[in-house]
């Protein structure tokens, strides 16, 4: 089961404690030596993989976070959709 876990924040007011947004998530539970992270950019969710390393460009067009963890898990489970 795949998972995400925040990286970065965005915070609107005088207190960065309140009022607190996720713009960016590392997803967990992925095979070994693959990384995937999430991030929202210009109000559209994208995706960015990496193998060994090796970072692709982002990519996607979701209208959530969860909707690109969901796109990802299905794609894992069948990869040749």
């Known amino acids: 089961m795949l998972t995400m876990h925040e990286l970065a924040h965005s915070f609107d007011g005088p ?8 713009f960016l998530f590392e997803v967990a539970g992925l095979p070994k030596r693959q990384q995937v992270q999430i991030r929202e950019s210009y ?7 990496a ?5 692709s460009e982002w990519s ?6 969860e909707e690109a963890l969901a796109e ?10």
């Open 15 to 22: 207190n960065i404690y309140h009022h607190r947004k996720a």
């Open 72 to 81: 990802l898990s299905a794609s894992l489970r069948h990869p040749n959709r």
């Open 51 to 55: 193998n060994d390393l090796i970072w």
């Open 43 to 49: 109000h559209r969710w994208q995706v960015r993989r």
């Open 60 to 65: 996607g067009q979701y209208g959530s976070a």
